[in-house]
């Protein structure tokens, strides 16, 4: 069955400090994977999508970058954290053409 | 904005009472998603319904499509205190994106 793996599941970092979040997904090939961020009641945006390794379309120019060094795998990261990014980070997969999106736990950053 | 609107952002019902949600985006789209996070927590998937229906059901929700106008509900009937979430629409465009709307917050009391 297909699983989508998201780690860790709260972080507190300090300001300026980097961030790599790591998404994977187990059972499934070539996903069209995503990041979400929910800031402090505030909706689900959209930061990143990919549909291949390698490629990234970013949706909100940012403090935040995401690659995709493996089919599977979906990674994001900040070289300098800012207060502001500070929020529920949320990593979905979904198979180009099906219907259905599946979504990580989320991870909870706090920037301090 | 790349999201889509979801009203009311805000809603107080008490038990037994119906919630209606509704949503509206931009572009067109495959289907429509609605899922539900509770407290900061994780996506729950409740229900799809296809850009060719309009309208579905599964269980106390009832969910209706309006792809003229764009726009989506979600009924919630019977409400209970368990329901208390905030409620999402999730746009699946005719592409590759998917875009949330923001949320409506529903607390029912008892």
């Known amino acids: 069955s297909q699983t989508i793996h998201q780690w860790p599941a709260t972080l507190v970092q300090p300001v300026g400090s980097p961030l790599s979040l790591e998404c994977t997904v187990e059972?499934?090939?070539?996903?069209?994977l995503y990041w979400y961020r929910q800031a402090a009641g505030r909706g689900l945006q959209l930061l990143f999508y990919?549909?291949?390794?390698?490629?990234i379309s970013s949706e909100v120019p940012q403090n935040l970058s995401a690659s995709r060094p493996q089919d599977r795998q979906f990674i994001l990261s900040s070289k300098k954290l800012l207060l502001s990014d500070s929020g529920f980070y949320l990593c979905a997969w979904k198979l180009q053409g099906a219907i259905e999106a599946f979504f990580g736990q989320g991870t909870r950053l706090t920037v301090v | 904005s790349q999201q889509g609107e979801e009203d009311p952002q805000a809603l107080s019902i008490q038990e037994g009472e119906n919630a209606t949600m509704n949503c509206s985006y931009k572009?067109?789209?495959?289907?429509l998603q609605w899922y539900r996070q509770n407290s900061g927590r994780g996506l729950v998937h409740l229900i799809l319904?296809?850009?060719?229906?309009r309208e579905k059901h599964s269980g106390r929700l009832r969910v209706t499509l309006d792809t003229s106008k764009k726009s989506s509900s979600l009924l919630i009937t019977a409400s209970r205190a368990a329901d208390t979430a905030s409620y999402f629409c999730?746009?699946?465009?005719?592409?590759?994106?998917?875009?949330f709307g923001k949320g409506t917050t529903l607390s029912v009391s008892s």
């Open positions: 319904i296809r850009s060719n229906e």
């Open positions: 059972g499934t090939s070539n996903p069209n």
């Open positions: 990919s549909v291949g390794i390698g490629q």
């Open positions: 999730l746009a699946n465009q005719a592409g590759t994106a998917l875009i």
């Open positions: 572009t067109s789209i495959n289907n």
